[in-house]
Nanobody, 126 residues
């Protein structure tokens, strides 16, 4: 059974940084499609960043240049480094993993992911 455990959320002021972590069990963050999503109150869940094997990372336009997705193979842990945070980044952030991802599938579409963590809250104040 795949398990994903997020940590690292918190409250910061605009312009600050946070690093989210996602410890994975029974799936490989370096070989399987993995991604970060977020959901703000009253809004739909949106893809933030994804990475899959040798494919380059994908980012939502709203976070390009500010967020970086990476993984540690030895720790089987996924990370999301978030810099220059804005109030609109406030949301619950979720780690997700898929069994595989076809070339035609959007890596930032939540429907392509089968396993989800419980989420970690990020709050950015102005």
């Amino acid at each position: 059974q795949v398990r994903l455990l997020e940590s690292g959320g918190g409250s910061v002021q605009a312009g600050g940084s946070l690093r989210l972590s996602c410890e994975a069990t029974s799936t490989s963050v370096s070989m399987n499609p993995v991604a970060w999503f977020r959901q703000a109150p009253g809004k739909e869940r949106e893809g933030v960043a994804s990475i899959y094997g040798s494919r380059g990372p994908n980012y939502a336009d709203s976070v390009k240049g500010r967020f970086t997705i990476s993984h540690d193979t030895a720790k089987n842990t996924l990370y999301l480094q978030m810099n220059s945070l804005k109030p609109e980044d406030t949301a619950m952030y979720y780690c997700a993993a898929a069994n595989w991802l076809g070339d035609w599938a959007s890596p930032l579409d939540a429907r392509n992911y089968q396993s989800w963590g419980q989420g970690t809250q990020v709050t950015v104040s102005s």
